[in-house]
């Protein structure tokens, strides 16, 4: 396993956000969006970190427990 700083991921499938770490709230659900591959993001908020109304504005399919 090698560990990779945040900005050099991109051309991602999904996005699992399992923790809320402030990084992530920092980065905004729409750079999280746009690090993914050419296709329709899914990113799956296990702790409910963004907002419905967050992901509406974006292309992407945003599933939140």
């Known amino acids: 396993l ?4 945040i900005e050099e991921i991109d051309q991602l499938d999904a996005v ?3 923790v809320s770490h402030s990084v992530y709230f920092e980065m905004g659900l729409a750079e999280i969006a746009r690090r ?4 329709k993001a899914l990113i799956m908020d ?3 970190l ?3 109304e967050d992901a ?8 939140q427990l």
């Open 16 to 18: 699992i956000l399992a």
């Open 36 to 39: 993914c591959g050419d296709g």
């Open 56 to 63: 509406d504005t974006l292309d992407a399919d945003y599933w």
């Open 2 to 5: 090698e560990l990779r700083d």
């Open 50 to 52: 963004f907002s419905q």
């Open 46 to 48: 296990v702790k409910g």
